[in-house]
């Protein structure tokens, strides 16, 4: 046998070992069980509410803060592992790769939260990632070069997500309906020298068809690790924080424009203790 067949001949033993090694590698299961549950589960129907049983209602807009302990499950892992995601990479998956969720206009102030304007998927790239300028200064000391930058927003940079639900006493039920209509994920806005300067709101997101995606990914849960809740059950069952920022007024005007500090700490919860004196009077008898 010559030299150059026996080459080819090694290099073919290698090329079959590799693709060997490459099926092998795919049929190994992390895990004791294929977890399936829930990436076949399917939305539960809200129950039907007609205008002419709803005794009571009102408008509540929130903000949630990732970073406090109660909602780590929703900002971790920041870069997503085998079976688990970060909210905002569920969320960044519908819509840059499923194209399964719709993105709304929030306005200038991310007020803008009556689901109006659709977002172009182009528009919604080019603000979830962007390329920026860096100036690097040479090593010779002779100038600047400019260096093209990719900028993306990532599970870090989603720090806080504003939602809009409704409350809802449903008589023909005699229930309290608490529905979520909408949630915006917020972005740090941070200045030159890298401090936070305050939250923008990316965009609005219509949450019963957001719902489609968050009840296929799970969420971790701190006590069993077999009893896995996805996104869709935790913001059903309320297993978060957060904190009233709005109350529907007649001056459609938010906490922070007419009271700040320790003022508008102070008037958030006195709305929440207010929800929650209504619904406890409803049933004292």
Do not use: C
């Not at 406090?68 to 688990?84: A, F, G, Q, S, V």
């Not at 500090?261 to 049933?283: P, R, Y």
Request: net charge negative; charged share 30%; no cysteine.
């Amino acid at each position: 046998m010559s030299i150059r067949a026996s080459l080819a001949l090694a290099a073919a033993s290698v090329a079959v070992l590799a693709i060997t090694g490459q099926v092998q590698g795919q049929t190994v299961l992390d895990g004791a069980y294929i977890k399936e549950h829930t990436k076949t589960q399917r939305v539960v129907p809200y129950p039907y509410i007609r205008e002419a049983d709803v005794m009571w209602y009102r408008r509540i807009w929130r903000e949630i803060d990732v970073t406090e302990k109660m909602n780590h499950p929703l900002y971790y892992p920041t870069t997503p592992i085998n079976d688990r995601r970060s909210l905002w990479d569920v969320i960044k998956n519908g819509l840059l790769v499923d194209g399964s969720i719709t993105a709304y206009d929030p306005g200038v102030d991310g007020w803008r939260d009556e689901f109006q304007q659709q977002m172009l998927p182009s528009a919604v790239k080019e603000k979830l990632s962007r390329v920026e300028m860096k100036y690097v200064e040479r090593l010779d000391g002779t100038g600047f070069d400019s260096i093209p930058q990719q900028l993306e927003v990532l599970s870090e940079d989603i720090k806080r997500y504003r939602i809009k639900e409704d409350w809802i006493f449903d008589k023909q039920r005699s229930t309290m309906d608490i529905r979520i209509i909408g949630l915006a994920p917020m972005k740090e806005k941070k200045g030159d020298a890298g401090d936070v300067r305050g939250h923008e709101v990316l965009f609005w997101l219509y949450f019963p068809e957001l719902r489609y995606v968050l009840v296929n990914w799970d969420v971790f849960n701190r006590e069993n690790d077999a009893e896995r809740r996805s996104f869709d059950k935790v913001f059903w069952t309320r297993q978060f924080s957060s904190t009233i920022i709005k109350e529907s007024n007649v001056y459609d005007r938010n906490i922070a424009e007419f009271k700040s500090g320790i003022n508008g700490v102070l008037e958030s919860e006195a709305i929440k203790q207010n929800l929650f004196e209504f619904e406890h009077d409803l049933w004292n008898f």
